[in-house]
């Protein structure tokens, strides 16, 4: 099955800087991967995705970057702001199933005033 | 559309009891699935449906852990004896599947005492 791997676990930045966050994969057949933010007591919830036909996609102050090659994909925060500040995933859509998404152990990132 | 429903929001019951978990999928989604998240071992994965039907419960912890879904806008997740470790946040996702994100429910938060 597919294994995603996600780093860093903690992410400290201060406000107006970047954030990245990686992840890899082992499945090359995945074709989705979405990324999903938690603040502390909600949801998880789909803030931006990317499919495999692309390498780059942005919205606003966030954007997703995609290497098939070497199995991997980022996300990029610019301009950091405190509401920023939460648990981010990282998944990946099995190659093999339409459905289930393998995640990664997350980033928890702090902005700081 | 309401989102993926959950109840009950919060359950705090004493150990050996029966605790039930429900979840309502969005209307058109076909798949669903049960996540449950702690500090320590994050996001998993117990159990999924497509179509109504159960298609990996390799993640579902033990015996004392089951699931159904009668229908297509109903599921359950029961714990029968509960155990202080069964102490999470439960939450329920749902998707049509082909590559698109999941939606999650707010969650139930258990509290075994």
């Known amino acids: 099955g597919e294994n995603v791997e996600q780093h860093p676990s903690t992410l400290s930045v201060q406000e107006g800087d970047s954030a990245v966050i990686k992840c890899t994969y082992s499945?090359?057949?995945?074709?989705?991967f979405p990324w999903y933010k938690q603040e502390l007591g909600k949801r998880p919830q789909l803030i931006i995705d990317?499919?495999?036909?692309?390498g780059e996609k942005k919205d606003q102050r966030i954007a997703v970057t995609l290497n098939k090659t070497a199995k991997h994909f980022s996300l990029h925060i610019t301009e950091t702001q405190p509401e920023d500040s939460a648990v981010y995933f990282c998944?990946?859509?099995?190659?093999?199933?339409?459905?289930?998404?393998?995640f990664g152990a997350g980033t928890t990132v702090t902005v700081r005033a | 559309d309401a989102g993926v429903i959950q109840s009950p929001r919060h359950e705090v019951t004493e150990m050996g009891q029966e605790v039930t978990l429900r979840c309502k999928p969005i209307?058109?989604?076909?798949?669903l699935f049960w996540y449950r998240q702690t500090m320590m071992r994050g996001l998993e994965l117990l159990i999924y449906?497509?179509?109504?039907?159960?298609?990996?419960d390799s993640g579902m912890p033990e015996d004392r852990f089951s699931a159904k879904m009668p229908n297509a806008s109903f599921s359950t997740l029961k714990i029968q004896p509960s155990e202080p470790r069964d102490s999470a946040v439960y939450f329920c996702?749902?998707?049509?599947?082909?590559?698109?994100?999941?939606?999650f429910g707010s969650g139930t938060r258990l509290t075994v005492v």
């Open positions: 996702a749902s998707t049509m599947g082909g590559g698109t994100g999941y939606t």
């Open positions: 499945d090359s057949a995945s074709n989705y």
């Open positions: 990317i499919r495999s036909n692309v």
């Open positions: 998944a990946a859509l099995q190659g093999s199933n339409d459905y289930k998404l393998s």
């Open positions: 209307s058109g989604h076909n798949s």
């Open positions: 449906f497509n179509n109504n039907v159960p298609i990996d």
